[in-house]
Nanobody, 120 residues
Framework: VQLQASGGGLVQVGGSLRLSCAAS?????MGWFRQAPGKERESVAT????????YYADSGKGRFTISRDNTKNTVYLQMNSLKPEDTAVYYC?????????????????WGQGTLVTVSS
């Protein structure tokens, strides 16, 4: 399975971005992760195969929304009220298994990453 992420860019504090990730085939759990310079990759949000339930890391609760369109094999991440600390490379990932887990090591497929920069 190949994943293609898009939608990153430069945005000002308080702005919004919508990330998209298209998969080449149907997958089960999908998720968004991010990695800032000098930091480990961390989970942002994950979504089960049917669209519910979902999981959010504390960093994005109330600001980020993950969704998916299974007719397009695509997962989205709507990010609102962006902060400078949201600056990172964002990666989409997918698993063959339907489990909401935040550990990056449990995802078999990864996209190439898209850079999000939040400027103050």
């Amino acid at each position: 399975v190949q994943l293609q992420a898009s939608g990153g860019g430069l945005v000002q504090v308080g702005g919004s971005l919508r990330l998209s990730c298209a998969a080449s085939a149907r997958t089960s759990t999908m998720g968004w992760f991010r990695q800032a310079p000098g930091k480990e990759r961390e989970s942002v949000a994950t979504i089960s195969s049917g669209g519910s339930p979902t999981y959010y890391a504390d960093s994005g609760k109330g600001r980020f929304t993950i969704s998916r369109d299974n007719t397009k094999n695509t997962v989205y991440l709507q990010m609102n009220s962006l902060k400078p600390e949201d600056t990172a490379v964002y990666y989409c990932a997918a698993s063959r298994y339907n489990r909401l887990v935040p550990q990056p090591s449990l995802y078999e497929y990864w996209g190439q990453g898209t850079l999000v920069t939040v400027s103050s």
